[in-house]
């Protein structure tokens, strides 16, 4: 079952917007990244399994098995599963033993830049291509510096980095390369899995993603030591009972997220047809709306495409701003990811107030970019009220921007009433 989430339209007069006072598209708010849910009665099973047991957490027999698939899966010998995404950033910057400066996109979430900042290694950005939204490798090279220790990239929306590329100029500067693939969890790159590649990859399974366990996270290497490292600085540091041996965290997975995150895999399938038909019904939608162009994926690579991202262009009717503004109202809430880029977010932002200026692509893009909402508990029939507003909006732009710049500035939009 796939429609669970189909969403009541309103009944209203074709020709009004929620933004000229008419009652929104949707009832309930539209959200980008909701949850994908698997199989209910077996999250349930794995819950009351480890009550049964009263092992929650601290390397239980779900954890185990949640790496052991996961590590299957991406085709590595190591996953050591974390609390979040984040603090596996964290825990990869340390064992990976970055100093001074790493290079990395600005076009990301923000825990990717912070996790090198709060490690005291400096963020240098570094621009990314114009199509591919990731790291361009010819820029990685011009900002090498003596200081720089390592090249982190992102592949961003599931599509893969340039891994190749990167990966040859890691080995000829003598940097170490690692990936946050957060969003490319289920992605192949060259027919091999995203995550199999540099020293180590981070994963996310925070809800939004497309493999969740509530919270959680991940890191995947084929690396020996640094399987083991990252293991230890999980747990404290701890390498047995009583014994510390380096500086660490607290960054156990539980074993409730363990349970979400087995029960969320075994619905892979059913995620990855959801979100394919998703995609292919905004394609179908948005074809040919002068100025919104979607994003494309590599057909032939595995692909999760938790993300259904438009870029619009100056020669759209309406800004991306204003076409956000529009559907918000309507009760879609569109996301500006990744605005405003992490280079004009603090403590960057006042760090290196000229970083703008070395990325004219990255810059381009976080004025351009929109997320629409996908996921399993979207529908092909709810994405053409969403594709046909947008089509209907640029159509009426005149009319839609005079009411904006009657009653909006540069707010944020909220959501409707
Ligand atoms: C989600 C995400 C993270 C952080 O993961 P959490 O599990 O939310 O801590 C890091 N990087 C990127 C690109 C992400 O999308």
Request: charged residues 25%; hydrophobic residues 45%; contains cysteine.
């Amino acid at each position: 079952m796939i429609e669970e989430g189909a969403c009541e339209k309103l009944p209203r007069d074709e020709e009004d917007f929620a933004i000229l006072g008419a009652t929104p598209a949707f009832a309930e708010p539209l959200h980008v990244g909701r949850p994908n849910i698997g199989d209910r009665e077996r999250l349930m099973e794995r819950i009351g399994g480890i009550l049964d047991r009263r092992r929650l957490t601290n390397d239980g027999p779900l954890v185990r098995e949640f790496e052991q698939r996961v590590a299957d899966f991406v085709g590595v010998r190591h996953c050591v599963a974390t609390c979040n995404g984040t603090l596996a950033l964290q825990i990869a910057t340390r064992a990976a033993g970055l100093s001074g400066e790493a290079i990395v996109s600005p076009l990301t979430f923000v825990a990717t830049v912070h996790a090198l900042q709060w490690h005291a290694v400096t963020p240098v950005f570094c621009d990314v291509g114009r199509q591919t939204h990731n790291l361009d490798p010819a820029s990685v090279e011009e900002v090498i510096t003596a200081r720089t220790s390592a090249i982190v990239g992102v592949h961003l929306w599931g599509r893969p980095c340039a891994i190749d590329e990167l990966t040859a100029i890691a080995d000829r500067h003598g940097l170490a390369l690692l990936f946050d693939a957060s969003h490319a969890f289920g992605c192949s790159y060259r027919g091999r899995m995203v995550g199999s590649f540099g020293q180590a990859e981070v994963l996310s399974f925070h809800a939004t993603k497309f493999i969740n366990s509530f919270e959680g996270g991940a890191i995947v290497t084929d690396d020996d030591a640094f399987a083991e490292k990252a293991r230890m600085m999980r747990n404290h540091g701890f390498e047995d009972y009583d014994k510390v041996v380096c500086v660490g965290t607290n960054a156990k997975m539980t074993e409730a997220a363990a349970a979400m995150g087995l029960t969320s895999l075994e619905a892979r399938d059913r995620f990855y047809a959801a979100n394919r038909r998703n995609y292919d019904a905004y394609r179908a939608g948005l074809d040919a709306i002068a100025g919104v162009d979607l994003i494309d994926y590599d057909e032939s690579e595995l692909c999760n495409r938790n993300y259904v991202v438009v870029e619009v262009d100056e020669s759209a009717a309406l800004s991306r701003d204003e076409l956000q503004h529009v559907l918000w109202a309507e009760n879609v809430l569109a996301r500006r990811y990744f605005f405003p880029g992490c280079h004009r977010s603090e403590p960057y932002r006042s760090l290196l107030p000229e970083a703008g200026l070395r990325l004219p692509e990255a810059e381009r893009l976080v004025r351009r970019l929109l997320a629409l909402p996908t996921g399993a508990a979207m529908d092909p029939t709810t994405i053409a009220v969403v594709a046909e507003l947008i089509r209907r909006a640029m159509a009426e732009a005149p009319r839609l921007r005079r009411r904006l710049q009657a009653t909006h500035t540069d707010a944020h939009p909220s959501v409707a009433a």
